[in-house]
């Protein structure tokens, strides 16, 4: 089965600091994405990566960039949390060839204080 | 620009009813669709696709959707609902390159005992 991890279920911040968010996934997928999930707004794209340090811009991209070293790992960064960044935040990922469904981690609930 | 519409926000059932939850997308070609469940603090499991062939998609946990393409309807149905069934489905498009989807803003499902 896929398998992807992300490195908290929780997460408490403060204002102003820099946060790191890590997903990893073990099937060797090129692609991988962040979202984050906000009652009344569904998923919203943040960003994508379909290569190591590839990276494209999603939907709501600002306050956020994004890290691939590896190809099984990618990271997103807030530069400086804001209280508006407080969110459920998902990482999926998914084969480059073909159509196919985006397997996702189990989400990090982030509160930004 | 591709869309997705779930017009329910909540729907309640009692155990053992059927279910109807109903999806509309804006797409120009044929459409790639997908039907998730999120069970609460979890990240998104997929229920069933369509790309192409047969238009009544049969998925897991005995659910099914039918692609309607006069009516741009994917319609997510399952003859009677369990207690456990209760989660937040959405209804998701294949949207652009790198197997980027886009969301529907998601259905809350109750189930009354």
């Known amino acids: 089965d896929v398998k992807v991890t992300q490195s908290s279920r929780y997460l408490v911040k403060r204002t102003g600091e820099k946060v790191f968010l890590e997903c990893v996934q073990d099937m060797d997928h090129e692609n991988m994405f962040w979202y984050r999930q906000d009652p009344g707004l569904g998923l919203r794209l943040i960003y994508f990566?379909?290569?190591?340090?590839?990276?494209e811009k999603g939907d709501i991209p600002e306050g956020y960039s994004v890290s691939r070293e590896k190809k099984e790992r990618f990271s997103l960064i807030l530069e400086s949390a804001s209280t508006n960044q407080t969110s459920m935040y998902l990482c999926a990922s998914s084969p480059r060839t073909g159509v196919n469904e985006q397997y996702f981690g189990p989400g990090t609930r982030l509160t930004v204080t | 620009a591709q869309s997705v519409t779930q017009p329910d926000i909540h729907i309640t059932v009692s155990e053992g009813a059927s279910l109807e939850l109903r999806c509309n997308y804006s797409?120009?070609?044929?459409?790639?669709l997908f039907w998730y469940v999120q069970s609460p603090g979890q990240g998104l499991q997929l229920l069933l696709k369509?790309?192409?062939?047969?238009?009544l998609v049969q998925g897991i946990k005995g659910f099914e959707a039918e692609f309607k393409r006069s009516q741009s309807s994917f319609n997510l149905r399952k003859p009677s609902v369990h207690w456990s069934d209760a989660a937040e489905y959405f209804c998701?498009?294949?949207?652009?390159?790198?197997?980027?989807?886009?969301f529907g803003i998601g259905t809350k499902l109750q189930v009354i005992p």
């Open positions: 797409y120009g070609a044929t459409p790639y």
């Open positions: 369509y790309f192409s062939g047969d238009t």
């Open positions: 990566s379909y290569d190591v340090k590839m990276k």
């Open positions: 998701a498009v294949l949207s652009g390159g790198y197997q980027k989807v886009t």
